[in-house]
């Protein structure tokens, strides 16, 4: 049997080597800190370098998810996987992370509403959105109905992290949360990429940065 090839096994060090190869490949140049820590994260969870090309963030979203983080308030997510993959070690202990889409009463208002659970069971979370963090990483139906939400005044964020993946509404949704006139900082992956990872990744950067 052939040997095993030689590689690193130490995880801060691969961390350390795969931050330092985003940082000499990528240019983070029109990002400031922390921002460039976001995209770091979000470059080392997909692999790929061109992300940064596509990548948009509100000026203060880092600050904005940090204070609502430092007040204890929810991060609402569209689907288990989002919940899944966000750090509780880098969270107060007791801050909630919330995702209903597997509610049987998330499944029914779908069907009554002819639309996905994901959005339906934003619906159900609408009264814990306030000051929250919402990540959306799966499902485009979720982030145009919390835009609804917002613009109807049935929910404020303090922070929105926009990256639906797909090839049906998912570059839409997000164009339509960076147009929109909503106030509301976000963090954004334009076109068809994005997914649970990076969205989980996104919220790790900002509870943790590159420690994360």
């Known amino acids: 049997m052939a040997a ?12 350390r080597q795969s931050f330092a190869i985003i940082r000499r490949e990528a240019d983070l140049s029109r ?15 997909c692999g790929m370098i061109d992300l940064i090309d596509d990548l ?23 689907v288990d996987m989002v919940r899944q993959g966000i750090m509780r070690r880098l969270l107060p ?26 959005a339906a069971a934003f619906d159900l979370l609408a009264g814990s959105m306030d000051g929250a963090i919402v990540a959306v990483g799966n499902a485009p139906t979720a982030l145009f109905r ?23 509404g998912a570059a839409e949704s997000k164009e339509a949360l960076i147009a929109s006139s909503i ?14 990872a990076m969205a989980a990744a996104a919220v790790n950067a900002v509870a943790g940065g590159l420690s994360a």
């Open 183 to 196: 106030g509301v900082p976000f963090i954004a992956v334009r076109g068809r990429r994005g997914g649970s």
């Open 4 to 15: 095993a090839p030689d590689h690193i096994r130490n995880p801060q060090e691969i961390y």
């Open 93 to 118: 202990d007791e801050l909630p992370i919330l995702c209903r889409v597997a509610d049987p009463e998330a499944m029914t208002m779908a069907e009554e509403l002819a639309t996905t659970r994901s």
């Open 56 to 78: 948009v963030m509100s000026e203060n979203a880092v600050e904005a998810g940090r204070a609502a983080l430092r007040n204890c308030r929810p991060i609402v997510c569209d």
């Open 31 to 45: 990002f400031s800190k922390p921002l460039d820590d976001v995209a770091v994260r979000l470059i080392h969870a």
């Open 146 to 168: 919390l835009l609804e939400m917002v613009e109807a005044g049935t929910a404020r964020p303090a922070l929105v992290v926009g990256m639906p993946v797909g090839f049906v």
